[in-house]
């Protein structure tokens, strides 16, 4: 590669779109420093060792969760002393240097056991960087956290045959963990919802590789603007001529010094992309180069929407081989899930039957005709059935839909118009917050649909060839990825990508948290029409 090629034109590349990525950063979350000559893989000093990283947002971010954390393991010790009248067996007539009684027990529930809890969280990682933020991983953390805690009291206990309340153990240990998982997430709230509107609490990337794999990666990394990933330039491998002529949403570099590269348009973070990670020794020696500089560093390998618990890494020989998993749709966890799908339907249509019975008036008065509307739909491994909704059309809108179809607004096998002239008023709302969807719940029941999953699309729009297929190796669900990430504003390819990645990459974890998130986004109303 010739070593004058320099940066490409300005006009080669134009404003990002997303309003969210669009907006200019902050600098102030950035901390420069001089920069050390070029490493060559010697050990340098430990004295002269600089540990400081140009991103600094997970400083302040982690002191206001040490401190929600505290606040939660003080307050649990707090409630549970107060209304537990056992709290305090275990303690009398014991002693303690100068403590007595009371005085022990209040030192061990607000001094002993806050701080018990805060090494532990320390020690389980939760404050690691690299699960602040986003995945479930910070959470399962925490919940490890609280086993070790029982686990550390009942055995403290049975060491000094002191004859505590299990009870009281029990509740201080749930309370502390439902205390500290509602403080994660509100922080984590209020993280993403700086990203998305600021900027701040983000990591500005330059991607490194050939054009097309650092495009790629780039799609991939701002769908999510609450991840926290902003590309801000790419460097490419494949030479100046790669990139000719095409349109790129960041300026595109070629042949420059990476570090250079780094200070001039303000980046803390490296991502290898694709083909370059896999160059002998280059990674290598970019690791050493960017020792001591505060640059992050990450490799993003050619597997694309697969999920972290899917891939392991095995070293060999100094080689790291990522093995990728089979996705896991059956076992106990399956089961499990099932199970939980034909209980919750069944009390669901206990507690909302006076729900459903109000809308199904509100639906009779508003238009003559029936109270459901039955349509068959592709189920599990390509079987038909027919789901059950609240009808919210007026009954011939099947013969209007034909009058309709150059107003279509959705690119895939589904019907839609924002303002569907065959849906009367009342089903409008229930379109809205998506009331129209509960009798679901009974094809729920039957096993023919889940909580959660792919949603089921009409039987007569095709023999669902190729990727689409894949959708039928899971039951449909009343909710799903697709979803909680936009609805009907989607296109139909990224809906259909959707819905791949949650079969490949599926857990009752994963269930549990799209059921969480739909509830955000029934209340927002986004995307339904």
């Not at 505290?70 to 303690?96: D, M, N, P, Q």
């Not at 009684?101 to 690691?128: C, Q, R, S």
């Not at 801000?232 to 250079?260: F, K, M, N, Q, S």
Request: charged share 20%.
């Amino acid at each position: 590669m010739r070593e004058d090629v320099g940066e490409v034109t300005a006009s080669l590349h134009r404003p990002v779109t997303d309003s969210s990525r669009s907006k200019p950063v902050s600098y102030d979350s950035f901390e420069w420093q001089q920069q050390p000559p070029p490493s060559n893989g010697v050990p340098r000093s430990a004295w002269n060792r600089q540990h400081k990283r140009l991103s600094r947002w997970h400083r302040p971010y982690t002191l206001v969760l040490v401190f929600l954390d505290l606040i939660s393991a003080v307050l649990a010790s707090h409630l549970a002393a107060t209304y537990i009248e056992k709290s305090r067996s275990g303690f009398y007539g014991k002693s303690l240097f100068f403590l007595h009684n009371e005085e022990l027990f209040i030192f061990f529930a607000y001094v002993v056991l806050p701080l018990g809890w805060m090494i532990l969280l320390w020690a389980n990682g939760t404050y690691d960087r690299r699960y602040l933020g986003l995945g479930s991983e910070e959470f399962k953390r925490i919940v490890r956290t609280s086993v070790t805690i029982v686990a550390a009291v009942s055995l403290l206990a049975f060491a000094t045959k002191a004859p505590l309340s299990r009870g009281t153990v029990a509740a201080v240990s749930l309370m502390a963990v439902a205390f500290l998982l509602v403080g994660r997430v509100a922080a984590r709230q209020v993280l993403h919802f700086a990203r998305r509107k600021t900027g701040h609490g983000a990591h500005r990337m330059i991607l490194v590789g050939t054009l097309p794999e650092a495009l790629e990666v780039y799609t991939a990394v701002t769908r999510s603007p609450a991840a926290g990933l902003i590309p801000v330039a790419i460097h490419i491998t494949d030479g100046y001529a790669a990139a000719r002529g095409i349109e790129t949403p960041v300026p595109v570099y070629a042949a420059r010094d990476v570090l250079a590269l780094v200070r001039e348009v303000g980046a803390d973070t490296i991502a290898v992309c694709g083909s370059a990670s896999a160059e002998p020794g280059e990674l290598r020696r970019l690791a050493w180069q960017l020792e001591g500089t505060g640059v992050d560093l990450v490799v993003a390998p050619q597997l694309t929407d697969i999920a972290g618990p899917r891939v392991h890494i095995r070293p060999i020989e100094g080689l790291p081989l990522l093995h990728v998993e089979e996705p896991t749709l059956s076992g106990p966890g399956w089961l499990v899930k099932n199970l939980l799908d034909r209980v919750a339907a069944g009390l669901g249509l206990l507690v909302i039957s006076p729900i459903l019975i109000a809308i199904a008036i509100g639906i009779k008065l508003s238009d003559p005709g029936p109270v459901f509307f039955r349509q068959p739909r592709v189920g599990h491994e390509g079987r038909t059935f027919r789901v059950w909704k609240f009808r919210t059309m007026y009954v011939d809108a099947e013969e209007r839909k034909r009058t309709l179809e150059e107003l279509n607004e959705s690119d895939g096998m589904l019907f839609k118009m924002k303002n569907d002239p065959r849906i009367f008023s009342f089903g409008a709302k229930l379109r809205a917050t998506s009331l129209d969807e509960l009798p679901q719940l009974i094809n729920v029941l039957k096993g023919e649909m889940s909580l959660v999953g792919p949603r089921p699309l009409p039987a007569d729009d095709g023999d669902y060839l190729g990727d689409v297929r894949r959708r039928l190796l899971v039951r449909p669900g009343i909710t799903g990825l697709w979803q909680v990430s936009g609805r009907s504003d989607l296109s139909w390819d990224e809906a259909v990508r959707l819905d791949l990645y949650y079969v490949d990459n599926w857990s009752l974890t994963y269930d549990l948290g799209i059921l969480w998130r739909t509830i955000f986004v029934v209340l927002k109303r986004k995307g339904a029409y």
